[in-house]
């Protein structure tokens, strides 16, 4: 007859390789998540001042060049200068407002889902004190 073996087959130093193995696949997926988390922290889109000016600013220069082209190309197929332009230029001014104000909704949105980036004021938990 054959006796079971309190270590299933494997020697000692077989079970410290396997708990050592183990603990660092541990150690390293913890650090994999620190980096993940601290990754996200930062954000996919960079939200400095100046990225966020040229962002709103081409925005708006890109509706009313778009806006101005399109009244252009009007006058110039039905005849109608200068009123086709002056019409879709004000028109893509309107769409650029639009959009600056679609993208800074946007921002607000971003900056209050992650209080990490430092762009709005801190919320506290614990009450202020008071005052006597």
Do not use: H
């Amino acid at each position: 007859m054959v006796n079971p073996q309190d270590n299933q087959g494997r020697t000692e130093s077989a079970g410290g390789v396997t708990r050592d193995l183990a603990s660092r696949i541990a150690s390293a997926q913890r650090a994999r998540d620190i980096a993940a988390k601290g990754a996200a922290a930062e954000g996919g889109r960079d939200n400095t001042g100046l990225a966020r000016g040229l962002r709103l600013g081409s925005e708006f220069a890109a509706a009313i060049l778009v806006g101005t082209g399109i009244g252009y190309l009007a006058d110039l197929g039905l005849g109608t200068s200068p009123w086709g332009l002056l019409i879709m230029l004000m028109v893509g001014f309107a769409a650029g407002v639009m959009n600056v104000i679609r993208a800074v909704n946007e921002m607000n949105k971003e900056a209050q889902a992650s209080p990490a980036t430092g762009a709005g004021p801190e919320q506290r938990d614990d009450p202020p004190a008071e005052t006597r």
